[in-house]
Every structure is written in C-alpha cells, then in structure tokens.
C-alpha cells in the first residue's frame, strides 16, 4: 500500500488512553505528552470519564470533539487499548480522515471486549472488509502490538496486517502499558517525528 511519507513533525497531536487508565505520570503516553510538548507541538492528551465503567457514547463524542480540535496543517492521533476501537468507530462515521497520521497501540480483542461487561458496548459491530476499507481510505494507520498481549491472545498483527495497517510487531510487551515496563518509550517519540518504525521500549532508560 502507498504511503505518504511524513513531511515533518505534526503541528498537533492527540493521545487517548484506554480502559482503567487515570494517566499516571510514569505512563508512556503520559511521558510522550509532555516530551511532544516541549518539542513545540500542541498536545491534547484528555482524561476520559469514568475510565473503569466507561460509556461509549460519551467517550465517541469527547473524542470526536478533540479530533475537531487538532490545529494546523500537521494533525496525529495515538490511541491505547480501548481508545482504538474509539477511533475505529469514528474513522468508520467519516470522522478523523483528515488525520494525516494515526498511531493505533495494543487493540483489544472483539473477544476481550465480550467477556468483559464494562467495555462489551465498544464493539461498534464494524467487519473486518468496513474495518479494511476505512484503513484503505485513511492510508496512514500504523498498528504497534504485542504477540502475548493478554487483551488479544495471539496477538493482533496478523488481524492489522490484513486490513491493510503498517504493523510494527513485537514480542513479549504485554499490553505495553505501564504495568509491563512503559515507561519512556523513545520509538514512538521518533515514529512521531519521523514516521520511523516503532520498536520495544528501551530497558534501562527511564525518565
């Protein structure tokens, strides 16, 4: 599939997080904002309401909203865990296509969402053909995933893969998120930058 190549860095970015997550100082996506901060960069980075029994319609339209929100001729989004199928969902509605660049980190599984009550209603019922033919569109969705993500057993590379993202797959991250050593994460950091690939955090360096 054709890609763009990144002109620069963005002019502003949004970063959402997922399920259970109050953005705590040492997160990645906590740490990413305020590193893209100081790099210039006006960075939404919203704490979504009641994040434990989240309600899907509220966190679409608080979402939609923020997309709206992006300034400049540079626009990104980096969504964690739940907030993928957020943005899925939007993307889906025509909202968020003019995003030049969305970063999708550790989707959770349609069976993941299933069996756990509080988040089942954030399957937004899309197939994977709608699914792929929104990424077609978009062009400029990566996906960065665990293949021991134990929000989608296996992995979700090969479910990106065939819709048509630019996967970066790793092994054994977890959910990459705080609990599993994220933490500063300089690749996102430059993927932001540059659109480079995205790799595991760097073990033994910490901010």
Do not use: K
């Not at 904002?33 to 210039?40: P, V």
């Not at 960075?43 to 608080?62: H, K, S, T």
């Not at 062009?139 to 993202?165: H, I």
Request: negative net charge; aromatic residues 6%; contains cysteine.
């Amino acid at each position: 599939m054709d890609r763009p190549a990144p002109v620069g860095p963005p002019s502003s970015v949004l970063i959402l997080h997922g399920w259970q997550n109050r953005r705590p100082a040492g997160h990645w996506q906590h740490l990413l904002a305020d590193e893209l901060s100081a790099d210039g960069m006006d960075v939404r980075y919203p704490q979504l309401p009641d994040p434990d029994f989240p309600a899907r319609p509220i966190w679409r339209d608080l979402v939609a909203g923020e997309i709206a929100a992006l300034t400049g001729p540079g626009r990104l989004v980096i969504a964690h865990s739940l907030a993928v199928w957020v943005m899925l969902d939007l993307l889906a509605a025509g909202i968020g296509l003019d995003v030049e660049r969305i970063l999708l980190a550790a989707p959770v599984s349609r069976e993941t969402l299933a069996i756990n009550p509080p988040i089942a209603a954030f399957d937004p019922g899309l197939s994977d053909a709608v699914l792929g033919g929104v990424i077609s569109e978009h062009r400029t969705v990566d996906v960065v995933c665990s293949g021991d993500d134990p929000y989608w057993p296996g992995g979700a590379a090969g479910w990106a893969t065939g819709l048509g993202a630019t996967v970066h797959p790793l092994t054994g991250q977890g959910h990459l998120a705080l609990g599993d050593g994220y933490g500063h994460w300089a690749s996102v950091h430059n993927w932001v930058l540059t659109g480079g690939d995205i790799g595991p955090r760097e073990i033994g360096v910490g901010r």
